[in-house]
């Protein structure tokens, strides 16, 4: 099994910043993909951003151009890089991994995921 961690959510203000980190244990698998999703009070599951064994990344329209995903695989960290922050990004960010390559929709179905971290942003 993958354990995952993650860490970095708070409270800002529109227009603010965060970075996520997700702490995963050794991925022993020869693909793999790893990625972010959410979920907001009363909404569905959202893929957020989503990075693979074969180095794509892909993110949802609604936050293109704003975060950035990115992994150290010497610390088994994944990051979201969370720029200009919205009112409408406000939920539960969650790491997700698992041992094949899958579409950003799929990261709410993923295998393992973390305890989550929320994440406020106020107007």
């Known amino acids: 099994a993958v354990q995952l961690m993650e860490s970095g959510g708070g409270s800002v203000q529109a227009g603010g910043s965060l970075r996520l980190s997700c702490v995963f244990s050794?991925?022993?698998?020869?693909?793999?993909?790893l990625g972010w999703f959410r979920q907001a009070p009363g909404k569905e599951r959202e893929g957020v951003a989503i990075?693979?064994?074969?180095?794509?990344?892909n993110y949802a329209d609604s936050v293109k151009d704003r975060f950035a995903i990115s992994q150290d695989n010497a610390k088994h960290t994944l990051y979201l890089q969370m720029n200009s922050l919205k009112p409408e990004d406000t939920a539960m960010y969650y790491c997700?991994?698992?041992?094949?390559?899958?579409?950003?929709?799929?990261?709410?179905?993923?295998?393992?995921r973390g305890q989550g971290t929320q994440v406020t942003v106020s107007s």
């Open positions: 050794e991925l022993k698998y020869g693909k793999y993909s």
């Open positions: 990075i693979d064994s074969d180095g794509r990344s």
């Open positions: 997700a991994a698992d041992g094949i390559l899958w579409a950003l929709s799929d990261l709410p179905s993923f295998g393992f």
